[in-house]
C-alpha cells in the first residue's frame, strides 16, 4: 500500500464496482441508516437493494464482522456497536484493522465511511494508518502505476449534511501529517539519519515559509546543550538541535512541542541485547510526530506562536560514547550523572523542554516521546501515557484522544514521592532511578520536568507513546492527530476547534484547582 494516494471527497461519484472496487464500512446501525439512493451508483449493475439490505442482516459484529457483496469487489463491514469509556466512540483502531483486511484490490478504490460528524477527523486519521508510505520491497518499485483511493464521508445524526470543502482540506492535512510521520518511524537508520531527518525539516520548513534554526555538533557542547550532545557524540551523523517557529501576528500565547528524535538507539554503552534492539529505528517518533502535525496545524492556520523543537541524536557506540559515570552539564544548568546510557530519550528532552523555556519564552511545553518500555506495561499498547502539571491538560488529553482516537490514559505525578529515585552523591540527579519497579514511566517524565523546574507556573505536557508508535512492525504515526486535536481551539479551522476539548468543561481535581486557574487563559 505504499504507492497510494489518498483522496478525501465530498462525493467519489458512481462507479461500477468491478473498475472501482468498495468498502462501505461503518457502525451497523449507521449502515442501516444509509439509503439505498445514495449507495447504488457505486454498487449497481452488481449488487441489488435486496442484496444490500440481506447483507445488512447477516452482520453480526463482535467486535466487528463483514460481507462480501460481490466477489472480491464490494465489501461491507461493521465497526463496534458500542466501546468502552476508555476508547474512542469512533473505534479508530478498528476502522484500521477492516480496512487493512477488507478494502478490496485495485489500483482505483473507494470507501465509504458512515459516521456521526464529531467521529469524521478520527475515522479520517484511522484510515490513513492503513496507508504506509515506506517499503524496499522489489516487487513495489517494478510497479509504475500511481494506486487511489477515495473516501466518501456519509453523516448521520446531527449535522449530516454534505461534509464542507474547508473540512475535506484539513483531512488532508491532517492525514498527510499522520503518513509522513509513520514513513519517517518506518525509515531505518541507514537512512533515517540525523542528516536525513534535518533534510525532512528543512522540507517542511520550505513548504511552510519557515526557515528552521539548527544548532549541531561542537556548536550544541559550546552552547551548553549537555543532553543531546552526550548523547550523539558517538555517531557518524553529529547530533543537533532543529526548531521550526509560527509566530503570527495577534498571538496570544506561545507553545512549544519539543519531540525525541533518537534515529537509533543501540542503549549506548549500557547496550540492548539483540531481541531488544530491532526496533530502535521508531525512537524517533515523538519528533516525527511533531513535524507532521506541525504542518498540518500551520496549514490548518494556528492563531498562536508555536514552536517545533526537534532533539536528534543517534545513540551509538564507539570510542567517544557517553560512560556510566560521565557528568554531563545540562542546558538548565544542571548536572546529571550517568549510570545508564540507555536512559538517553530524557537527557535531548531535558535540552530541549529548557530552550523552550528559557530562549523561546513557551508558556505551554509539551513533549512527546518513545521514552519508556514501561509506558506499554503502564498503559498498554493502544493509549500514550500523559504526565502533567496541570490537572485540566491531563482531563484534556484523555478527552482529546477518546475524540482524534490517539488514546491517551493518565500516569501518577507525584514528584515529591518520585524524584529522589535520581539522587546522586556527586552531580545534581542521575540520568535512570534506583528502583525500576517504582513507577518508571512517571520518573521517567519528572526527569524531565525537573528541567525547567517543578514550580514553573507554566503548562507541562509530557507524552509517551513508546507503544502506540507503532502496530507490529509498522509505524502508526501515532502523535499527530493528538497534537492537532488537543490544541484545536488554537486554529482557524472549525473542524479542529471541534475535536479539541479545551475551552469545554473538564473534570478537574478539587486540589489542583488553585494551580489549574491561572491557566484557563492558556485554553
Given at each position: 500500500?505504499?504507492?497510494?494516494?489518498?483522496q478525501?471527497?465530498?462525493s467519489?461519484?458512481?462507479?461500477?464496482?468491478?473498475?472501482?472496487?468498495?468498502?462501505?464500512?461503518?457502525?451497523?446501525?449507521?449502515?442501516?441508516?444509509?439509503?439505498?439512493?445514495h449507495?447504488?451508483?457505486?454498487?449497481q449493475?452488481?449488487v441489488?437493494e435486496?442484496?444490500?439490505?440481506a447483507?445488512?442482516?447477516?452482520?453480526?459484529?463482535?467486535?466487528?464482522?463483514s460481507?462480501?457483496?460481490?466477489?472480491?469487489?464490494?465489501?461491507?463491514?461493521?465497526?463496534?456497536?458500542?466501546?468502552?469509556?476508555?476508547?474512542?466512540?469512533?473505534?479508530?483502531?478498528?476502522?484500521t484493522?477492516?480496512?487493512?483486511?477488507?478494502l478490496?484490490?485495485?489500483?482505483?478504490?473507494?470507501?465509504?465511511?458512515?459516521?456521526?460528524?464529531?467521529?469524521v477527523?478520527?475515522?479520517?486519521?484511522?484510515?490513513?494508518?492503513?496507508?504506509?508510505l515506506?517499503?524496499?520491497?522489489?516487487?513495489?518499485?517494478?510497479?509504475?502505476?500511481?494506486k487511489?483511493?477515495?473516501?466518501?464521508?456519509?453523516?448521520?445524526?446531527?449535522?449530516?449534511?454534505?461534509?464542507?470543502?474547508?473540512?475535506?482540506?484539513?483531512?488532508?492535512?491532517?492525514?498527510?501529517?499522520?503518513?509522513?510521520?509513520?514513513?519517517?518511524?518506518?525509515?531505518?537508520?541507514?537512512?533515517?539519519?540525523?542528516?536525513?531527518?534535518?533534510?525532512?525539516?528543512?522540507?517542511?520548513?520550505?513548504?511552510?515559509?519557515?526557515?528552521?534554526?539548527?544548532?549541531?555538533?561542537?556548536?550544541?557542547?559550546?552552547?551548553?546543550?549537555?543532553?543531546?550532545?552526550?548523547?550523539?557524540?558517538a555517531?557518524?551523523?553529529?547530533?543537533?538541535?532543529?526548531?521550526?517557529?509560527?509566530?503570527?501576528?495577534?498571538?496570544?500565547?506561545?507553545?512549544?512541542?519539543?519531540?525525541?528524535?533518537?534515529?537509533?538507539?543501540?542503549g549506548?554503552?549500557s547496550?540492548?541485547?539483540?531481541?531488544?534492539?530491532?526496533?530502535?529505528?521508531?525512537?524517533?517518533?515523538?519528533?516525527?510526530?511533531?513535524?507532521?502535525?506541525?504542518?498540518?496545524?500551520?496549514?490548518?492556520?494556528?492563531?498562536?506562536?508555536?514552536?517545533?523543537?526537534?532533539?536528534?541524536?543517534?545513540?551509538?557506540?564507539?570510542?567517544?560514547?557517553?560512560?556510566?559515570?560521565?557528568?554531563?552539564?545540562?542546558?538548565?544548568?544542571?548536572?546529571?550523572?550517568?549510570?545508564?546510557?540507555?536512559?538517553?530519550?530524557?537527557l535531548?528532552?531535558?535540552?530541549?523542554?529548557?530552550?523552550?523555556?528559557?530562549?523561546?519564552?513557551?508558556?505551554?511545553?509539551?513533549?512527546?516521546?518513545?521514552?519508556?518500555?514501561?509506558?506499554?506495561?503502564?498503559?498498554?499498547?493502544?493509549?500514550?501515557?500523559?504526565?502533567?502539571?496541570?490537572?485540566?491538560?491531563?482531563?484534556?488529553?484523555?478527552?482529546?484522544?477518546?475524540?482524534?482516537g490517539?488514546?491517551?490514559?493518565?500516569?501518577?505525578?507525584?514528584?515529591e514521592?518520585?524524584?529522589?529515585?535520581?539522587?546522586?552523591?556527586?552531580?545534581?540527579?542521575?540520568n535512570?532511578?534506583?528502583?525500576?519497579?517504582?513507577?518508571?514511566?512517571?520518573?521517567?517524565?519528572?526527569?524531565?520536568?525537573?528541567?525547567?523546574?517543578?514550580?514553573?507556573?507554566?503548562?507541562?505536557?509530557?507524552?509517551?507513546?513508546?507503544?502506540?508508535?507503532?502496530?507490529?512492525?509498522?509505524?502508526?504515526?501515532?502523535?499527530?492527530?493528538?497534537?492537532?486535536?488537543?490544541?484545536?481551539?488554537?486554529?482557524?479551522?472549525?473542524?479542529?476547534?471541534?475535536?479539541?476539548?479545551?475551552?469545554?468543561?473538564?473534570?478537574?481535581?478539587?486540589?489542583?484547582?488553585?494551580?489549574?486557574?491561572?491557566?484557563?487563559?492558556?485554553?
Amino acid at each position: 500500500m505504499a504507492n497510494v494516494g489518498l483522496q478525501f471527497q465530498a462525493s467519489a461519484g458512481d462507479a461500477d464496482p468491478q473498475s472501482r472496487p468498495l468498502l462501505l464500512l461503518g457502525q451497523l446501525h449507521h449502515l442501516h441508516r444509509v439509503p439505498w439512493s445514495h449507495v447504488r451508483g457505486k454498487l449497481q449493475p452488481r449488487v441489488t437493494e435486496e442484496l444490500w439490505q440481506a447483507a445488512l442482516s447477516t452482520l453480526n459484529p463482535n467486535p466487528t464482522d463483514s460481507c462480501p457483496l460481490y466477489l472480491n469487489y464490494a465489501t461491507v463491514a461493521a465497526l463496534p456497536c458500542r466501546v468502552s469509556r476508555h476508547n474512542s466512540p469512533s473505534a479508530a483502531h478498528f476502522i484500521t484493522r477492516l480496512v487493512r483486511t477488507c478494502l478490496p484490490p485495485g489500483v482505483h478504490r473507494c470507501i465509504v465511511m458512515v459516521c456521526e460528524q464529531p467521529e469524521v477527523f478520527a475515522s479520517a486519521c484511522a484510515l490513513a494508518r492503513a496507508f504506509p508510505l515506506f517499503t524496499h520491497r522489489s516487487g513495489a518499485s517494478r510497479r509504475l502505476e500511481k494506486k487511489t483511493v477515495t473516501v466518501e464521508f456519509f453523516l448521520v445524526g446531527q449535522d449530516n449534511g454534505p461534509v464542507e470543502v474547508s473540512t475535506l482540506q484539513c483531512l488532508a492535512n491532517a492525514t498527510e501529517g499522520v503518513r509522513l510521520a509513520a514513513r519517517i518511524v518506518d525509515t531505518p537508520c541507514n537512512e533515517m539519519n540525523t542528516d536525513t531527518f534535518l533534510e525532512e525539516i528543512n522540507k517542511v520548513g520550505k513548504e511552510l515559509g519557515i526557515v528552521p534554526t539548527i544548532i549541531r555538533d561542537e556548536e550544541l557542547k559550546t552552547r551548553g546543550f549537555g543532553g543531546i550532545y552526550g548523547v550523539g557524540k558517538a555517531a557518524l551523523h553529529p547530533p543537533a538541535l532543529a526548531v521550526l517557529s509560527h509566530t503570527p501576528d495577534g498571538a496570544t500565547q506561545t507553545i512549544a512541542w519539543v519531540g525525541k528524535g533518537i534515529v537509533y538507539d543501540t542503549g549506548g554503552l549500557s547496550i540492548k541485547g539483540k531481541t531488544t534492539m530491532p526496533g530502535m529505528k521508531r525512537d524517533c517518533g515523538g519528533a516525527a510526530a511533531v513535524l507532521g502535525a506541525f504542518r498540518a496545524a500551520i496549514k490548518q492556520g494556528f492563531k498562536d506562536n508555536l514552536h517545533a523543537v526537534f532533539c536528534l541524536a543517534e545513540n551509538s557506540v564507539g570510542p567517544n560514547a557517553t560512560r556510566p559515570d560521565d557528568i554531563h552539564l545540562l542546558y538548565s544548568g544542571k548536572t546529571v550523572e550517568i549510570n545508564n546510557t540507555d536512559a538517553e530519550g530524557r537527557l535531548v528532552l531535558a535540552d530541549g523542554v529548557s530552550y523552550a523555556c528559557k530562549d523561546l519564552g513557551a508558556d505551554i511545553i509539551l513533549d512527546m516521546a518513545t521514552l519508556t518500555g514501561a509506558q506499554g506495561i503502564a498503559t498498554g499498547k493502544y493509549h500514550a501515557a500523559v504526565l502533567t502539571n496541570s490537572a485540566e491538560w491531563e482531563a484534556a488529553c484523555v478527552k482529546a484522544g477518546r475524540k482524534c482516537g490517539d488514546l491517551v490514559h493518565p500516569l501518577v505525578y507525584c514528584p515529591e514521592l518520585h524524584f529522589s529515585e535520581f539522587t546522586s552523591a556527586v552531580a545534581d540527579m542521575k540520568n535512570s532511578v534506583a528502583d525500576r519497579d517504582n513507577s518508571p514511566s512517571s520518573c521517567a517524565g519528572l526527569f524531565i520536568a525537573s528541567h525547567i523546574g517543578f514550580d514553573w507556573p507554566g503548562v507541562w505536557v509530557h507524552l509517551d507513546i513508546a507503544a502506540p508508535v507503532h502496530a507490529g512492525e509498522r509505524a502508526t504515526g501515532f502523535g499527530v492527530a493528538l497534537l492537532l486535536a488537543l490544541f484545536g481551539r488554537a486554529s482557524e479551522d472549525h473542524l479542529l476547534n471541534l475535536v479539541s476539548p479545551l475551552g469545554c468543561e473538564v473534570d478537574v481535581e478539587e486540589g489542583d484547582m488553585g494551580r489549574d486557574s491561572k491557566r484557563r487563559r492558556l485554553v
